[in-house]
């Protein structure tokens, strides 16, 4: 593989890109770093798909595992962070391997993009304003003073609504403008695995059983321990704010697992749209043999 190349394995969830990275990375001498945001968090295993220390076969993973459940989750910081090992790999002459759904996040790590200041006062009024309000007011508002903004943001997405005022506010610029541009800060190639939606809401459904049965009760149970229901971010990620409502009586067992797997559906499919936006993304189909992921990467490098 050329040297100082980074590689991109991106896209849906539950399409098996941990597992290829790994294949990859033996193939090409890589190594891998997370660019799942929910993977970043400590103890957050079954219920994030986590890959295990016996699945990595000895390839070095990186940013896995270095936030408690109590701390909040920033893009900035994962630049910062994602950077240093992209560079501190291709010093080694080895291959930085980037893997995760978190669309922000790699784009964050692979495009140019700055970070607009924040203003924890400010903040703390569109919280309150939330509250007494409601987030239809919010998202309303976006949409007044910024409609371009509001078409990328999820109405339901309080944190990135929330945001996206607070940088409007604090640059009197449109939110956008702050957002990363289609420009590689290093010679990238960005590969996603291609499935049938019918087929992955079956994998979905079946993964979903599988972290049921692999005790992802139990690891929330810890969790809430540890701080979980007041982590800002963790608090909410697929699966575990369902199995919350689970503990709290709110849902028997198998209306929890039927909630998980619908939000994690959607999930997937808000990963489908975002990365759908980026042209440099080269698709392959999930079952696609390892040389021929070697032969789109090395058809697609810069």
Do not use: C
Not at 52 to 70: K, Y
Not at 84 to 99: F, H, M, N
Not at 169 to 198: D, K
């Amino acid at each position: 593989m050329e040297a100082g190349l980074v590689i991109g394995l991106v896209g849906q969830t539950a399409t098996g890109k941990s597992d290829l990275a790994v294949r990859v990375a033996e193939a090409v001498d890589g190594e891998i770093i997370n660019a799942d945001a929910m993977q970043l968090y400590r103890g957050m295993n079954v219920g994030t798909a986590k890959i295990t220390p016996a699945e990595m076969r000895g390839i070095p993973h990186h940013l896995f595992d270095v936030l408690d459940v109590t701390e909040e989750a920033s893009v900035a910081v994962y630049q910062q962070h994602a950077r240093s090992r992209i560079d501190e790999i291709r010093a080694r002459g080895k291959t930085p391997i980037l893997v995760g759904g978190s669309g922000l996040y790699v784009r964050a790590a692979l495009d140019h993009m700055e970070f607009p200041p924040t203003d924890p006062q400010l903040r703390s009024e569109l919280y309150a304003r939330l509250e007494r309000d409601g987030l239809a007011a919010l998202y309303q508002e976006l949409q007044d003073r910024d409609p371009a903004a509001a078409a990328t943001i999820e109405p339901r997405n309080d944190r990135r609504i929330i945001r996206a005022l607070e940088v409007i506010a604090l640059t009197n610029r449109p939110f956008a403008a702050s957002l990363p541009t289609q420009e590689y800060v290093y010679p990238t190639v960005q590969l996603a695995l291609q499935i049938a939606q019918e087929e992955l809401d079956v994998r979905i459904r079946r993964r979903v059983e599988k972290m049921w049965q692999a005790g992802l009760v139990a690891e929330v149970q810890e969790l809430l321990t540890r701080g979980l229901a007041t982590g800002p971010t963790a608090s909410r990620a697929v699966g575990y704010a369902e199995t919350i409502r689970h503990l709290n009586g709110e849902f028997d067992a198998q209306a929890t697992q039927d909630l998980i797997a619908q939000s994690t559906r959607q999930l997937a499919r808000r990963q489908r749209r975002w990365f759908a936006r980026d042209e440099r993304v080269k698709y392959l189909p999930a079952t696609a043999p390892l040389p021929d992921v070697l032969r789109a990467l090395k058809a697609s490098r810069p």
